[in-house]
């Protein structure tokens, strides 16, 4: 059974960092390109990062570009979303996802078959 738990969510202010990760079991890790998405109330889901099987490749939003990093660890089975300089529209549900395709499609969440729970993170201004 595929199981992916984020944690790292909190309360920050506007100019504040917070580092998400999400520990993933019951798949081989490597073979999936995984991602970083994120739900604002009242919004649709949106594409934050996405990362290479290898952590070669990395892919970004141009809203979280140059404050945001992903990057993974396939000997701890986990991947990493560094949040710098956070915003107040940076508030949101995030939640991470994999994807064993590792196409060119990254950015849709449709690409994605296995899902996090979500951590929230919200930003004070």
């Known amino acids: 059974q595929v199981q992916l738990v984020e944690s790292g969510g909190g309360l920050v202010q506007a100019g504040g960092s917070l580092r998400l990760a999400c520990a993933a079991s019951?798949?081989?890790?490597?073979?999936?390109?995984m991602g970083w998405f994120r739900q604002a109330p009242g919004k649709e889901r949106e594409f934050v990062a996405a990362?290479?099987?290898?952590?070669?490749?990395?892919y970004y939003a141009d809203s979280v570009k140059g404050r945001f990093t992903i990057s993974r660890d396939n000997a701890k089975i986990t991947v990493y979303l560094q949040m710098n300089n956070l915003k107040p529209e940076d508030t949101a549900v995030y939640y991470c996802?994999?994807?064993?395709?590792?196409?060119?499609?990254?950015?849709?969440?449709?690409?994605?078959?296995?899902w996090g729970q979500g951590t929230q993170v919200t930003v004070s201004s």
């Open positions: 990362i290479s099987g290898s952590g070669d490749s990395t």
């Open positions: 019951g798949l081989t890790f490597r073979w999936y390109a």
């Open positions: 996802a994999a994807d064993l395709s590792g196409g060119s499609r990254y950015r849709l969440s449709s690409e994605y078959e296995y």
